[in-house]
């Protein structure tokens, strides 16, 4: 079933002191019933605190990350078995930053994927072209490489614990936001290959945010777009006040 959610992506922002205040703003904040699913992601040693933080609320506390592997000698990593020991039920996977900083490949977010829904969390999917992709033309074909490896062997029951996230990577952090057309265009091309990877309930039910320099002034634009499902949001999910308006604009 397609979801509007607002996910709040805290990437590697706030301390434990700074967690719990952003937690204890936006509690204070959330004074109405909101129409879409709210997720916050701190930082890994924060994901416990934040989520008794949280309890009884309409927010869920979700992982920026996840390792494929179960357990052993992975120093530095944290598997899918320890998040969801700190009551975390969904991650995040294949940001951008992942991919680019740390060298993420399509296999290995493959991996991850796979390894998360085979344990039964729901996957945040992440998938975006760079600049110089969209410049040439290729944004299409890149974002639809990145779906078609990342989800590759996953079943089309398993895609209804998947949302896919779109995340030009130029407009990340930049202040600069797909216009809500092109942010629509490309949304409607990942539906066209989810149909053609699994089938057109996965295609019309899979919700499908975006993400990229989403503010309080762009978020009603954007998610009025009849394929985006809701927004995947860094910096503006940082200040409680911005990341309510944003979850208001639906
Ligand atoms: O995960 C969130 C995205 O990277 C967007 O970040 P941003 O809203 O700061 O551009």
Redesign the pocket.
Known sequence: MRKKIVAG?W?MNCDLPQTQSLITDLKTGLVKEFNCELMIAPSFPFLYPAFNSTLETPIEVVAQNCCEADKGAFTGEVSIDMLQSVGVKTV?IG???RREIYGESDELLNSKTRAALDKGMRVIF?CGEMLEERKAGKHVTTVADQIKNGLNDVSAEQMEHVVI?Y?PVW????GETATPEQAQDMHAEIRKQLEELFNNDVANNTSILY????KPGNAQEIFSQPDVDGG??????LDAQSFIEIANAF
Do not use: D
Not at 171 to 174: C, L, M, V, Y
Not at 232 to 237: F, I, K, Q, R
């Open positions: 992506n990437k995040i940001h951008s930053e992440c996230a995340e407009a990340i952090g930049t993400g990229g320099s989403v995947l949001v860094g910096g503006a999910s």
